[in-house]
């Protein structure tokens, strides 16, 4: 007898193990949202950047045009206005 007793109650064991440890490990629901520590976007603490502003306007590198090649240029600007290509 004892040993039919001993064979259902390791049954019993075996078959309710993986439950028990299931609701053992899940604890306390999850929040459905993460949650951000207190203070907002404006506590973040970065660091500043060594690039200009985006505002700036930087040269592109070019100079004042010699006033003959200006002449030049004005000519033939004249003569495409006036005749066309």
Known sequence: MSRLLLAVLLLAA???????????????????????????????????????PASTTQTTGSTDQNPVVKGMNDAEKAKVEAKGK
């Open 14 to 52: 075996l078959l309710l193990a993986p439950g028990l440890a299931a609701q053992a490990q899940t604890g306390a629901p999850q929040a459905a949202t993460p949650v951000r520590p207190h203070g907002g976007p404006s506590s973040e603490n970065s660091l500043p950047s060594a690039a200009p």
